[in-house]
């Protein structure tokens, strides 16, 4: 639907019906190449979110979704990838317009998107219990059953992707949910809302609120009718979402920050090493939760390897991501932008030395959009801020090692834990460091990769619990055990009891 400015308007999803917010205030979000808004979204607020509780909690409590067949729910949710495939230049291009992620990537999110709804539709029926040998005549065994209601919030990164991560164990294991997507980003979630309802998931299992996250994601965190509240964004967040969610006592999964170590010894390939290390830092613009943000050097290959390193990531093109040559589009918002160059003033004036990047591109085109080169720092010692901080943009810390204990110490010597990647040709030193190192995943002589298969999360403060994989389901199901007596004998309150004491 066309406003009167010609701006396409969202609403918001609530209980199958694409409705306004109770309000009726709308937002703007923006383009972050021209700053120009590409769409009006209803704003949801608390009166919101008590409807979108309200319709979560009927469609698990009476609905048939949580009762369905787990035939029947995977059906519907290979649906809803085919129809993401069947529309993915479509939703691509509405995701490069709303969070300036370059196409390629974009086309490669939906792609994602589909294989994990895909996955998790093959795993419908894989939330089995056990069987458990007791000491007497007594069966016991246990149920796997969803957890209820549930609220997810996610960032503006990875909009329609963390949206999927999200969904399809959620989905899958029989819950309901409100979905929360970032109000920078909130297009593609709410067009995933409308695909589930499309593919045959009923009324009010998927509800789509975008608006305020201190306002209506802290009203989800808390509220009573809510069982469980699954985060991805910052750490400085999630804390917030635990103190939310403590007094209503609700399961908590966290998917925080990062500061990952991206490591390369003298035995590696140098050429791949370089490629795949302007990989793991300047896709999307660095925003990403796994970005590789301090690229170890080995002292002894220092030098070879970041005249290599410069002159590539000197040539990496940096312009409108709608365009298929661009490598590198800008970042979301100008809020964030003076944010990521207030990080690197501050490392200039720690010391460290600015080998590359820094400021805004100067063309005036690029003026207008959220753009920063790709910005690389040497000699960063690990305890500086550009080190120790999440930057949350395409900036890199270079720090020279001497061997791999150092390294080890300075990989793990950080809040966060949770990506690295080893360039090693050297079997058991490549198997030593990924035991060594306290993160949730480790990629050897490869960038960073997360498909569905396998289990991703963070150590320490970056996270609770693990997304993706079979892990997942454990995050939407609860354990119910059930005992019955074979005994033949009457009970007996003063007599033996069969089992048990
Ligand atoms: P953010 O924490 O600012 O926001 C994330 C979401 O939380 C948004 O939907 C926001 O509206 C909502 N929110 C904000 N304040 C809230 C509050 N008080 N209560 C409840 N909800 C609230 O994060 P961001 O800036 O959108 O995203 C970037 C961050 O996300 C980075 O720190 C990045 O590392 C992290 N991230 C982590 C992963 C992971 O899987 N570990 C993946 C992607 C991004």
């Known amino acids: 639907m066309a406003t009167e400015t010609g701006i396409k308007s969202y609403q918001l999803l609530i209980n199958g019906q694409s409705v306004p917010a109770a309000s009726g205030a709308t937002f703007d979000t923006l383009s972050p190449t021209t700053n120009e808004p590409v769409g009006r979204i209803a704003k949801a607020g608390i009166e919101d979110v008590n409807r979108a509780v309200a319709a979560a909690r009927e469609a698990f409590d009476h609905g048939p979704w949580p009762k369905m067949t787990p035939a029947e729910r995977s059906k519907r949710m290979h649906k809803v990838a085919d129809l993401l495939r069947e529309r993915l230049e479509e939703i691509a291009r509405l995701e490069t317009l709303n969070c300036g992620k370059i196409i390629i990537e974009s086309r490669g999110d939906v792609n994602a998107s589909a294989n994990c709804f895909d996955y998790y539709a093959n795993l419908t029926g894989h939330s089995w219990g056990e069987t458990i040998p007791m000491n007497g005549p007594l069966f016991d065994y246990t149920l796997r059953q969803p957890v209820g209601v549930c609220a997810q919030i996610i960032p503006w990164n990875f909009p329609l992707l963390m949206a999927a991560w999200k969904l399809g164990p959620a989905l899958a294991t029989g819950n309901t949910i409100i979905l929360k997507p970032a109000s920078a980003t909130p297009i593609t979630a709410l067009l995933l809302g409308q695909l589930c309802l499309e593919a045959g998931i009923p009324e009010g299992v998927v509800n789509v609120l975008p608006g305020p996250g201190a306002e209506i994601g802290a009203a989800l965190a808390e509220h009573p009718g809510v069982d469980k509240v699954a985060f991805t964004g910052e750490t400085e967040t999630g804390r917030q979402i635990i103190r939310l969610s403590a007094g209503t006592i609700k399961k908590v999964s966290l998917e925080l920050g990062g500061k990952s170590p991206n490591i390369v010894f003298p035995d590696a390939d140098l050429e791949e090493a370089v490629n795949g290390s302007l990989f793991a830092i300047f896709t999307n613009a660095g925003q990403r939760c796994t970005a590789r943000t301090r690229l170890f050097l080995h ?203």
């Open 299 to 501: 002292e002894s290959i220092h030098d070879k390897f970041m005249a290599d390193f410069l002159a590539k990531a000197g040539k990496i093109r940096v312009g409108d991501p709608l365009e298929d040559a661009t490598q590198m589009g800008p970042v979301i918002s100008s809020r964030q932008c003076q944010r990521i160059l207030s990080f690197v003033e501050r490392a200039s004036g720690e010391g460290a030395d600015l080998r590359l990047g820094g400021k805004r591109p100067e063309s005036d085109v690029l003026k207008k959009g959220n753009f920063i080169e790709p910005t690389i720092f040497d000699q960063v010692k690990n305890d500086m801020t550009i080190a120790q901080e999440e930057v949350f943009g395409p900036v890199l810390s270079v720090i020279p090692f001497k061997d791999d204990g150092e390294v080890v110490e300075m990989a793990n010597n950080v809040i966060y834990g949770l990506a690295a990647t080893i360039w090693t040709n050297d079997l058991k030193r490549a198997h030593r460091l990924a035991a060594s190192i306290r993160a949730g995943n480790v990629s050897i002589n490869y960038p960073t990769v997360n498909p569905p298969e396998a289990p991703f999360g963070g150590f320490k403060q970056s996270g609770i619990g693990r997304e993706l994989s079979r892990h997942a389901l454990d995050l939407y199901t609860e354990i119910k055990n059930v005992v019955i007596n074979l005994n033949d004998q009457p009970f007996d309150w003063y007599g033996n009891w069969p089992v048990g004491r």
